[in-house]
């Protein structure tokens, strides 16, 4: 039986993909939030001094690794399996993320404020024989999620849960 993974939410998130299409541009401000000086931002020969400061209109080289990314982030909304085990209302199916947890890390820290509790879930695939009560779980408040924990959870037995809060 395959192993199905997956994210559950009450609010809607971002793919993995549009996470990745999202850090590829960036706004004059952006930029400055991101710790680069007027003078890395300047373009020789061209006067930024009229433009938006806040129109994304900078494109952002992303690493190789990312670019070439296993993890995939993808909606599943429709998932019965899912929906068996959790209420929460939105369920986005992960994959390839044994070979790439800190990109996994790294999507979930740059939505954290959107949402106030993901659930993370690793279950054998349409078992509806599990019975939820016996599924071991997680909390962990997200300051102090660390990768570690992250891998834990993903190198660790089927059924397992891990739930991520805000507060």
């Known amino acids: 039986m395959s192993i ?16 990745l299409a999202d850090e590829e541009i960036k706004s004059y401000n952006e930029l400055l939030d991101m710790g680069l000086s007027e003078e890395q931002i300047n373009i020789r020969g061209i006067d930024l001094s009229d433009i938006d400061r806040n129109e994304k209109i900078f494109y952002i ?3 190789e690794e ?7 982030v993808e909606e599943d909304f ?8 959790t209420d929460k209302k939105y369920i986005y199916r992960i994959s390839g993320v044994e070979r790439a947890v800190p990109h996994l890390g790294g999507y979930i820290g740059k939505y ?3 949402w106030n509790e993901l659930e ?3 279950v054998n695939e349409d078992d509806y024989t599990t019975d939820t009560t ?4 997680a909390v962990r408040h997200l300051p102090s999620v660390t990768l570690e924990d992250l ?8 059924p397992r849960k891990l739930i991520l809060v805000q507060k």
């Not at 998932?79 to 085990?85: D, I, K, R, T």
């Open 112 to 114: 954290a404020n959107t």
């Open 134 to 137: 016996e599924i071991p779980i």
């Open 120 to 122: 993370l879930w690793r």
């Open 151 to 158: 891998e834990v959870f993903y190198e660790g037995t089927v």
């Open 78 to 85: 429709q998932n019965s399996f899912a929906h068996f085990l």
């Open 61 to 63: 080289q992303l690493p």
């Open 4 to 19: 199905y993974e997956f994210i559950a939410s009450n609010e809607k998130l971002a793919t993995f993909e549009e996470a």
């Open 66 to 72: 990312l670019q070439n990314s296993p993890l995939m």
